[in-house]
């Protein structure tokens, strides 16, 4: 039975988004300029409600990467790959399981 690989791992989100960044740098320096572009405008310049609302826009932008059909360096592509994995799997009910909310005790 093939290993499955382990999923993506990230602190916190500002790494994750870390992450995103390289990413949309590596694309731009690659030519792909517009795809780096959006993906820096949906972490810094878009104000958004929720991160799951941000991370369903970036695991849009992330796949239509791919299936452009231009040619994307093998590397890069793994990355994007690992991108996409750790966002279903933030989205999913054991990556949401994990998030542990506090209660402020409340005033009498």
């Known amino acids: 039975m093939p290993r499955q690989q ?5 602190a916190n989100n500002s790494e994750f988004y870390a992450f995103i960044d390289t990413i949309a ?5 690659n030519g792909l300029v517009e795809d780096g572009e959006r ?6 310049k878009i104000a958004w409600t929720t991160s799951t609302e941000l991370f369903g826009e ?3 932008a992330l796949r239509k990467i791919p299936e452009q059909g231009r040619s994307v360096h ?3 592509l793994s990355d994007i790959t690992v991108a996409i994995e750790a966002i279903d799997h933030a989205l999913s009910a ?3 399981s994990r998030v542990h909310y ?3 005790p409340q005033k009498a």
């Open 6 to 10: 382990p999923t993506p791992a990230f």
């Open 25 to 29: 740098q590596r694309l731009r320096s």
């Open 39 to 44: 993906l820096n405008t949906l972490v810094h």
């Open 58 to 60: 970036l695991r849009i």
């Open 74 to 76: 093998a590397s890069l």
């Open 94 to 96: 054991s990556g949401r």
């Open 102 to 104: 506090t209660v402020p």
